[in-house]
């Protein structure tokens, strides 16, 4: 049974950098496409940034571009989120997710991922 469990997250100001990390277990972390997703008080879940297996190719929201990067480290069965120059607007509970079986066109898609980890809070004060 894959599990996945974030951590990295915390309390930082504008401006400042975070890295999250999300470890996996339970599968073989090189055949899984890895994302991070984020959720704010009252809004819907969405995509922050996504690794496909195999090949690493990258794809982010147009909201983080710049400022985030996605990248994983498959010695050691983790994926990461180095967010830089943060903004109030990135507080919120980030998801980390896998999944084997997804095309290009769906890496922007939570339903299109097969396992979750619990979440780590991401707040930035102004």
């Known amino acids: 049974q894959v599990h996945l469990v974030e951590s990295g997250g915390g309390s930082v100001q504008t401006g400042a950098s975070l890295r999250l990390s999300c470890v996996f277990s339970?599968?073989?972390?090189?055949?899984?496409?890895l994302g991070w997703f984020r959720q704010a008080p009252g809004k819907e879940r969405e995509i922050v940034a996504a690794?496909?297996?195999?090949?690493?190719?990258?794809v982010y929201a147009d909201s983080v571009k710049g400022r985030f990067t996605i990248f994983r480290d498959n010695a050691k069965n983790t994926v990461y989120l180095q967010m830089n120059s943060l903004k109030p607007e990135d507080t919120a509970v980030y998801y980390c997710?896998?999944?084997?079986?997804?095309?290009?066109?769906?890496?922007?898609?939570?339903?299109?991922?097969?396992?979750w980890g619990r979440g780590t809070q991401v707040t930035v004060s102004s």
């Open positions: 690794i496909k297996r195999y090949g690493g190719d990258t």
């Open positions: 339970g599968g073989t972390f090189r055949s899984y496409t």
């Open positions: 997710a896998a999944g084997q079986s997804l095309i290009t066109s769906s890496l922007r898609n939570g339903a299109a991922y097969d396992h």
